[in-house]
């Protein structure tokens, strides 16, 4: 629980020294004016990494995104966008029926989101354009399986014991929609008068998506993303 508590410490300073570079921009960024009309539309394909909180062991991933980008002429946007993540997890053991010995070993958990994030985003530089993104999101998983092996160890009234291991491939119900808050820096290559953007960023999800007698599964994963971005 030390190192869950230490990690949520450190992205939660993360978190705030994004936001502080935000809002201490903001009064430059109010001064300034649209000059022309701009419809800027982004998508972008990630590598994801969730990593381990309570019980859980990071696995690759992969995810799809499009965005649109509000404000655009001035130098903090407004990112509004829909996502399609996959994520996977491994975990040792959990207990799933609340008896000791009994629940599922060795499971990999895939979770497959709709996520919506809304970022504030600090744009600095003319021809290569550096970026910061602080902002918050909300995931709703539409499916996901858990593969792993159930064993159950049942001490009978006799003084026999009685063992019960299968394998299991089934489909998991996970609670939503999974919130949380993210931050991340990128860049925006100019080519002609489009961009290409190169970004990685972290997820902090903090609801518990299963949350099963001691056991906890929660959702957080880096990600390095490259896409493109079409100026209209």
């Given at each position: 629980?030390?190192?869950?508590?230490?990690?949520?410490?450190?992205m939660?300073?993360?978190?705030?020294?994004?936001?502080?570079?935000?809002?201490?921009?903001s009064?430059?960024?109010?001064?300034?004016?649209?000059?022309?009309?701009?419809?800027?539309?982004?998508?972008?394909?990630?590598?994801?990494?969730?990593?381990?909180?309570?019980?859980?062991?990071?696995?690759?991933?992969?995810?799809?995104?499009?965005?649109?980008v509000?404000f655009?002429?001035?130098?903090?946007?407004?990112?509004?966008?829909l996502?399609?993540?996959?994520?996977?997890?491994?975990?040792?053991?959990?207990?799933?029926?609340?008896?000791?010995?009994?629940?599922?070993?060795?499971?990999?958990?895939?979770?497959?989101?709709?996520?919506?994030?809304?970022?504030?985003?600090?744009?600095?530089?003319?021809?290569?354009?550096?970026?910061?993104?602080?902002?918050?999101?909300?995931d709703?998983?539409?499916?996901?399986?858990?593969?792993?092996?159930?064993?159950?160890?049942r001490?009978?009234?006799?003084?026999?014991?009685?063992?019960?291991?299968?394998?299991f491939?089934?489909?998991?119900?996970?609670?939503?929609?999974n919130?949380?808050?993210q931050?991340g820096?990128?860049?925006?290559?100019?080519?002609q008068?489009?961009?290409?953007?190169?970004?990685?960023?972290?997820?902090?999800?903090?609801?518990?998506?299963?949350?099963?007698?001691?056991?906890?599964?929660h959702?957080?994963?880096?990600?390095?993303?490259?896409?493109?971005?079409?100026?209209?």
């Open positions: 629980m030390s190192a869950f508590n230490d990690k949520n410490c450190i939660k300073h993360l978190f705030l020294i994004l936001l502080s570079v935000l809002l201490s921009s009064h430059i960024y109010a001064q300034e004016t649209e000059t022309k009309m701009s419809f800027p539309a982004e998508v972008m394909l990630s590598l994801n990494r969730t990593t381990p909180s309570y019980g859980e062991q990071g696995r690759f991933g992969f995810g799809i995104g499009a965005y649109s509000l655009s002429q001035k130098r903090c946007n407004l990112i509004l966008g996502e399609y993540n996959k994520n996977n997890l491994f975990v040792e053991y959990i207990n799933t029926n609340g008896k000791w010995g009994g629940g599922n070993y060795n499971t990999t958990y895939s979770i497959n989101n709709i996520g919506i994030p809304v970022c504030f985003r600090v744009n600095m530089g003319k021809k290569v354009i550096f970026f910061i993104e602080a902002g918050a999101f909300f709703f998983a539409i499916w996901g399986k858990g593969d792993g092996t159930y064993k159950l160890v001490y009978n009234l006799d003084s026999t014991i009685t063992r019960i291991e299968k394998p491939n089934d489909k998991v119900s996970y609670k939503a929609p919130v949380g808050i931050g820096v990128g860049l925006r290559i100019p080519v008068k489009h961009e290409i953007l190169i970004k990685g960023d972290y997820k902090w999800g903090i609801r518990k998506l299963i949350d099963s007698y001691s056991t906890y599964i959702n957080s994963y880096w990600r390095f993303s490259a896409g493109f971005r079409a100026n209209f």
